[in-house]
């Protein structure tokens, strides 16, 4: 199953796919971990879009693009979780195209809606291990020991360098002129789901997975269908 996650930055969808990379054996693929990765290790992508990065702007397109395909073609046959990808249209358009060529498609879309003044509480309180990549809130979801990972008892726990104020409306200004068109895209599809993500972290994380359970189900029947009618 290929599924994508959608929304704000800072909705809770990263905590979110963390629970069904855990529970449901889901590879997360978040092209903000990929872009991370790039600039960390200084490659020519790296070098190229830090500054941008680091003030909220959006990444070149073709470029992340290139990134997710390549997980994706080694990755397999497996069920990925597309974590804040695809940002535009057109990138989603192009990804639809790339998915077509391998033969898959991406089976649904969830997007979590949440008020921007709730996001922007969230995302300045957001830690974050640097061993393990867990994310932690200081206020609404601490480690159990304050400055120790829950997840791999690592003691880097850290403030990303772009979650400061300005840098997150600068993205949810982003978002809201590049991204949220994305949504009537996926909805003229028929395959977006709408999850409220102002709840709290747990409400969220059962509905979440009453909508996975209902969509394998769901493609479960549509296989056999499919079996049949071969016969
Ligand atoms: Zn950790």
Redesign the pocket.
């Known amino acids: 199953m290929f599924l994508v996650f959608f929304g704000p930055p800072g909705c809770g969808k990263g905590t979110q796919a963390q629970y069904l990379q855990q529970e449901n054996g889901f590879t997360v693929i978040s092209s903000g971990d990929l872009i991370r990765a790039e600039i960390k290790a200084q490659t020519e992508f790296g070098k190229q879009i830090e500054e941008s990065y680091k003030t909220g702007k959006l990444m070149p397109g073709d470029t992340v693009l290139s990134l997710v395909q390549k997980v994706v073609a080694t990755e397999g046959a497996k069920s990925i979780l597309f974590d804040g990808f695809p940002r535009t249209v057109s990138q989603a358009t192009a990804f639809e195209n790339y998915l077509r060529s391998i033969h898959r498609q991406i089976d649904a879309v969830i997007s979590f809606s949440i008020a921007d003044n709730v996001i922007i509480d969230r995302i300045l309180g957001r830690i974050t291990?640097?061993?393990?990549?867990?994310v932690f809130h200081v206020s609404s979801n601490p480690p159990s020991i304050e400055g120790v990972?829950?997840?791999?008892?690592?003691t880097?726990?850290e403030r990303r360098s772009d979650d400061t104020s300005e840098s997150v409306r600068q993205r949810l200004n982003e978002y809201h002129l590049k991204t949220e068109p994305l949504k009537e895209f996926y909805k003229s599809k028929g395959i977006m789901v709408g999850i409220n993500a102002n709840q709290p972290i747990n409400l969220v994380r059962r509905q979440v997975q009453q909508e996975i359970d209902a969509i394998s189900g769901k493609s479960k029947k549509e296989k056999n269908i499919g079996t049949y009618s071969r016969c």
């Not at 990972?149 to 690592?154: A, E, L, Q, T």
């Open positions: 291990c640097a061993d393990c990549k867990h990972c829950d997840n791999c008892g690592g880097r726990l």
